[in-house]
């Protein structure tokens, strides 16, 4: 939208969902990044193989948690000012899981960014924590599920 020499950009969002990263630009210093996004949870299981006594076992079982995030539209000056996220030598969710900011690796991104007028800009990318221990939790019993209170009515 444009009125005169100014120019208004509105992005509408079907959903409100939001991730919250920290990380350290090209200056070392701690900078906050908010994507209005939506994230895919992947899970993948890696393991061997072992004939016993005529039965297949599995050992070695090992599960990784991958993240997919999709931003929402980006103005090209946000996209261009991303590249220091993705580059950055330290990436900390800023959600706190056990009372701390856990560190987190982008494990890939597609970042292609255009400057042609009206276009706006998104990039998926993967991560995962540091710590393989970790996942992310974001389900919440606040959305309408087991809030009513108990009745007989049902036993």
Known sequence: YEIDSRRCHFFIQRTPSTRSFYFWNAFN???????????VTELETDFS???????LAYYDVEHTHTYQTQTGDLLLMQARWLEQFFTSPKIQLA????????LVLIADYEH?????PG?????????KFADKRLTLNDFSLDDGI???PYSEEYV
């Open 29 to 39: 210093c701690k900078e906050a990044v908010t994507f209005f996004s939506e994230t």
């Open 49 to 55: 193989e072992a004939v016993i006594e005529h039965q």
């Open 95 to 102: 959600q706190k899981i056990n009372g701390t900011n856990p």
């Open 112 to 116: 292609q960014i255009t400057d042609a």
């Open 119 to 127: 276009s706006n800009n998104q990039i998926n990318f993967k991560w």
């Open 146 to 148: 087991f809030t009513e």
